[in-house]
């Protein structure tokens, strides 16, 4: 299994980045997935799930409106379009695979950093 993130960069705030996952060495379409984050010195955030069709979606309140999930099961590709930034969505961002039926993950990306700064 394995999870590759890219599109992380640096941003002023009120700009966006679209990042994404490249998923191999597994069925993606099976598999429910999620974004999470880490800032520096604080632990980590979940952001957004997207089941494995990609028809229900979720988000942390502190994303909701500004954030998008969603997927490419064809390409195996994990999405996460963010508009209207801000200095505190400032983190690494990780791509990760859900558990069947469960909230645990486990398998993890090595993550792509975003930076919010002006």
């Known amino acids: 299994v394995q999870l590759v993130e890219s599109g992380g960069g640096m941003v002023q705030p009120g700009g966006s980045l679209r990042l994404s996952c490249a998923a191999s060495?597994?069925?993606?379409?099976?598999?429910?997935m999620s974004w999470v984050r880490q800032a520096p010195g604080k632990g980590p955030e979940w952001v957004s799930v997207?089941?494995?069709?990609?028809?229900?979606?979720y988000y942390a309140d502190s994303v909701k409106g500004r954030f998008t999930i969603s997927r490419d099961n064809a390409k195996n590709t994990l999405y996460l379009q963010m508009n209207s930034l801000k200095p505190e969505d400032t983190a690494l961002y990780y791509c990760?695979?859900?558990?069947?039926?469960?909230?645990?993950?486990?398998?993890w990306g090595q993550g792509t950093q975003v930076t919010v700064s002006s």
């Open positions: 060495g597994f069925t993606f379409s099976s598999y429910d």
């Open positions: 990760a695979r859900l558990v069947a039926g469960t909230e645990e993950y486990d398998y």
């Open positions: 997207i089941n494995t069709g990609g028809g229900s979606t």
